[in-house]
Nanobody
Framework: QVQLAESGGGLVQTGDSLRLSCAAS????????MSWFRQAPGKERDFVAAISVSGSNTHYADSVKGRFTISRDNAKNMAYLQMNSLKPEDTAVYYC??????????????WGQGTQVTVSS
């Protein structure tokens, strides 16, 4: 069982920056790929960014490329999302997500409880 706890959300203005943190309880944190998703009111949960177990590979949604940076610190069981040049359309609840393939066809995954990010215009 893995528990994920996000922090760092808040109310900011257009153009500001925020850094979200995700603390993981897993002993084998370095085995999990980490991702961030977000969900705006009335919309589906969307992918934002992902990072590989070693941190050497990252992937971003087109809407955040060049503005957001995902990172991780396996020694601290932490994942981060640095968000720069924030826009009102970035307003959403941001969720931390961890997953690991336990067999070729089966994945184990976990979600955090979310942290609210609100960007005012």
């Amino acid at each position: 069982q893995v528990q994920l706890a996000e922090s760092g959300g808040g109310l900011v203005q257009t153009g500001d920056s925020l850094r979200l943190s995700c603390a993981a309880s897993a002993r084998s944190f370095s085995s999990y790929a980490m991702s961030w998703f977000r969900q705006a009111p009335g919309k589906e949960r969307d992918f934002v960014a992902a990072i590989s177990v070693s941190g050497s590979n990252t992937h971003y949604a087109d809407s955040v490329k060049g503005r957001f940076t995902i990172s991780r610190d396996n020694a601290k069981n932490m994942a981060y999302l640095q968000m720069n040049s924030l826009k009102p359309e970035d307003t959403a609840v941001y969720y931390c997500y961890a997953d690991v393939w336990v067999t070729t066809f089966a994945k184990r995954d976990y979600w955090g409880q979310g942290t609210q990010v609100t960007v005012s215009s």
